[in-house]
């Protein structure tokens, strides 16, 4: 069975500073997808980064990056130069094989203050 | 693109009451999952469809539950008879294939007092 895990409930970050958000996963397939998703207060999902488990370079998508260590089954988020709009709940999110289904881990809130 | 759609967005209804939530996929994706989020017990896949037809359903808490894709661009979540313990937000999210991205629409919140 697959897990995720997001040990942090709360983080806390000042503005312009970077901030990482852990995730660890579970799961003996050996191709799977890793997922980070926001969640604002207004409550949408918004996709944020994909990291494929066969890919050989760590994901960036602006000043969000993905620290993929496969051997510590870790997926950290990384966001760089933090701004007020990041204060959000963050998930991180697992696919394996062939299915599509996602299982996500409990959330992360970040708070990003000035 | 308009992206994923759903309505209502939000739902007041009694115990007992027939609910049905709605959901239009982004035009060319065809995957659809049916997600529910409470306090309790997070964001959990309740069913998911492939090309309109229904793939997993293993998360349907229970025959209350149902869902149906007459064709690409809709599909619907129903809950019938609905009990206190249904009041959560209800996402409808889809994909371009089963590697890619899930899209998530706003979400409907239902409240069933």
């Known amino acids: 069975a697959q897990k995720i895990t997001q040990t942090q409930p709360g983080m806390f970050v000042q503005e312009k500073e970077a901030v990482t958000l852990d995730c660890t996963y579970d799961?003996?397939?050996?191709?799977?997808?890793l997922f980070w998703y926001k969640q604002p207060s207004s409550g949408e999902m918004i996709f944020l980064i994909y990291?494929?488990?066969?890919?050989?370079q760590n994901a960036t998508e602006g000043r969000y990056s993905l620290n993929f260590q496969k051997a510590r089954k870790s997926a950290n988020l990384v966001i760089s130069a933090s701004q007020l709009g990041d204060s959000a709940m963050y998930f991180c999110?697992?696919?394996?094989?062939?299915?599509?289904?996602?299982?996500f881990g409990t959330g992360t809130r970040l708070q990003v203050t000035l | 693109d308009a992206g994923v759609i759903q309505s209502p967005r939000h739902e007041v209804t009694e115990m007992g009451q027939e609910v049905t939530l709605r959901c239009k996929p982004i035009?060319?994706?065809?995957?659809l999952f049916w997600y529910r989020q409470t306090m309790m017990r997070g964001l959990e896949l309740l069913i998911y469809?492939?090309?309109?037809?229904?793939?997993?359903d293993s998360g349907m808490p229970e025959d209350r539950f149902s869902a149906k894709m007459p064709n690409a661009s809709f599909s619907t979540l129903k809950i019938q008879p609905s009990e206190p313990r249904d009041s959560a937000v209800y996402f409808c999210?889809?994909?371009?294939?089963?590697?890619?991205?899930?899209?998530f629409g706003p979400g409907t919140r239902l409240t069933v007092t």
């Open positions: 990291q494929g488990s066969y890919d050989q």
């Open positions: 469809f492939n090309n309109n037809v229904p793939i997993d």
């Open positions: 999110a697992m696919r394996t094989g062939t299915a599509s289904k996602l299982t």
């Open positions: 035009s060319g994706h065809d995957y």
């Open positions: 799961t003996s397939d050996p191709s799977y997808g």
């Open positions: 999210a889809s994909s371009y294939s089963e590697d890619y991205e899930q899209y």
